[in-house]
């Protein structure tokens, strides 16, 4: 599948991924991608934040490819249950949120995390750092086993974000295009 080919839904975590975050640049650089806005980006809420995912996903007009990062990848998480499968050709996870960092991120609901622990009813790949500061590769690795997600360990790379050096993350893109050339169109 080409980029071309699908509803990219860029799902960024708590604040909303700046101007200068790498889902921004992949927003304005990809021309079928748009972000699934939320009504508070400081303070996630599970079942708002997954009704706007499954929104969006059923108004969706071709394919659709998530995207998500840190609280958006729990998100995803929490809409998948409410996704027949076919729904999303595919997501791609990065930096996933943790059980630690349940009070780490403020306003976040309590019930945000946990994360399911069952089979996301589309293919998925999710991508960690071994230096995260909110999700230890050892909680993303059994996130990925028990989500059915291909897992890629993204080397020492602190929380994949602006802070940690990754504006425009020009090895994600690379790595995403991958991941959709893997990816049929429905």
Not at 23 to 44: F, G
Not at 73 to 85: F, G, R, T
């Amino acid at each position: 599948m080409k980029s071309s080919d699908a509803d990219i839904f860029i799902i960024p975590g708590w604040s909303g991924s700046g101007p200068d975050h790498w889902q921004s640049r992949w927003e304005a650089k990809l021309t079928t991608a748009r972000r699934i806005e939320q009504d508070d980006w400081y303070k996630p809420a599970r079942d708002a934040w997954a009704n706007r995912i499954v929104a969006a996903v059923r108004a969706a007009t071709r394919p659709v490819v998530l995207v998500a990062h840190s609280a958006g990848v729990s998100a995803v998480a929490h809409a998948a249950e409410h996704l027949k499968p076919g729904e999303v050709a595919g997501a791609f996870l990065v930096a996933p949120a943790s059980e630690r960092a349940k009070g780490a991120i403020p306003g976040m609901t309590p019930d945000f995390i946990p994360h399911r622990r069952e089979t996301l009813p589309f293919p998925s790949v999710l991508i960690s750092s071994t230096t995260d500061p909110y999700c230890t590769q050892d909680e993303a690795k059994a996130l990925a086993e028990a989500w059915g997600a291909e897992f890629v360990d993204a080397g020492d790379n602190g929380h994949l974000n602006t802070e940690s050096g990754h504006g425009p993350w020009p090895d994600g893109l690379l790595r995403f295009a991958g991941f959709l050339r893997q990816l049929k169109a429905t």
